[in-house]
């Protein structure tokens, strides 16, 4: 296994493997370590046919305190101190577009992402959290889009994928007051899915919702993701064709004919690896 400066990976029984945010000492804030590194891991586990799905956690007493405040300031500086504002300029923005592949590597992962949060999810843990699959929380999480709050616009994913969860006024209200809110309201809003009464209790139930993930079909559940993630972005036309010529290419496989075989003989199915 790999060897991370700002992560650190586990595996637990039934191919689900851990990635865990591992920075206590600063919460968890995102340091350009984590850029380079995210990204590497996630691509790692994608391509290790034991992984079948991914957890992702915090190490400590919070999930993610955002950006690295350290790494935000050497980034205005650096800029700042060029004599070019236009070659500035557009360093600035491809250092923002590597940032943003970072998060989005989420999404690029064929297999499922499930965030496990607890404590604090401020600011870059938002635009994390809004890339996974699957969001659970314990009942103490804290939220919120706090960039407007360090004077910037939030750029790495929250904006754009935020309101095709808790939906455009939501979000716009939530990213315009940076105001922090509760699991409880997260839940509501449709942002985390379940709520649990302590860290302990949320670790148990999510190995056992990925385990059971991860006993499915693994061709269904890598295109279903990516169907309903193309989806997202297609007008439904498009996306009704993709997911046909998806089908006509996945539907064909020794998972279907297994999956229709358990059921008659009255027994789990079992699939081949990723
Ligand atoms: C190009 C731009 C791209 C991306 C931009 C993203 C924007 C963001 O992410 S905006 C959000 C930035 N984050 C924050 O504003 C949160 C700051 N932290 C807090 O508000 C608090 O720490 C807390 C999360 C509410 C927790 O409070 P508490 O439990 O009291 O802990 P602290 O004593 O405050 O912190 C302990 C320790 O961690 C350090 N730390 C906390 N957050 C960060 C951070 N974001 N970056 C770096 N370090 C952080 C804090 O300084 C403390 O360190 P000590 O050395 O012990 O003082």
């Avoid at 595996?11 to 945010?21: F, K």
């Avoid at 995102?30 to 915090?58: Q, T």
Wanted: proline share 3%; glycine share 6%; charged share 20%.
């Amino acid at each position: 296994m790999e060897e991370y400066k700002s992560l650190k990976i586990t595996s637990d029984s039934g191919g689900v493997y851990n990635l865990i945010l591992n920075r206590p000492a600063t919460l968890n804030a995102l340091s350009p370590d984590f850029f380079v590194e995210f990204p590497k891991a996630l691509s790692h586990l994608d391509e290790n046919p034991n992984v079948s799905v991914i957890v992702l956690s915090g190490k400590g007493d919070h999930f993610c305190a955002g950006i690295d405040i350290n790494s935000l300031k050497t980034i205005s500086s650096s800029t700042a101190a060029s004599d070019d504002r236009g070659r500035a300029a557009e360093r600035l923005r491809r250092h923002v577009l590597f940032m943003q592949e970072a998060i989005t590597s989420v999404e690029k992962c064929r297999k499922p992402v499930i965030a496990s949060i607890h404590g604090a999810c401020i600011g870059g843990g938002i635009d994390l959290i809004t890339a996974c699959d699957i969001r659970f929380s314990t009942d103490s999480a804290f939220f919120s889009v706090k960039e407007v709050d360090l004077a910037i616009v939030a750029d790495l994913g929250t904006l754009q994928r935020l309101p095709f969860i808790v939906g455009y006024a939501n979000a716009m209200e939530l990213a315009l007051t940076a105001r922090r809110f509760s699991a409880s309201e997260a839940k509501h809003l449709g942002l985390v899915s379940k709520v649990f009464a302590s860290k302990s209790a949320m670790d148990q139930a999510v190995l056992a919702f990925a385990q059971g993930l991860a006993a499915k079909s693994p061709l269904a559940v890598t295109g279903t993701k990516a169907v309903l993630l193309k989806s997202r972005d297609m007008t439904l036309e498009r996306a009704l064709d993709y997911v046909a010529t998806w089908n006509s290419g996945a539907v064909i496989s020794d998972d279907l004919n297994e999956a229709i075989l358990a059921h008659s003989q009255k027994r789990k199915p079992v699939f081949a690896k990723l």
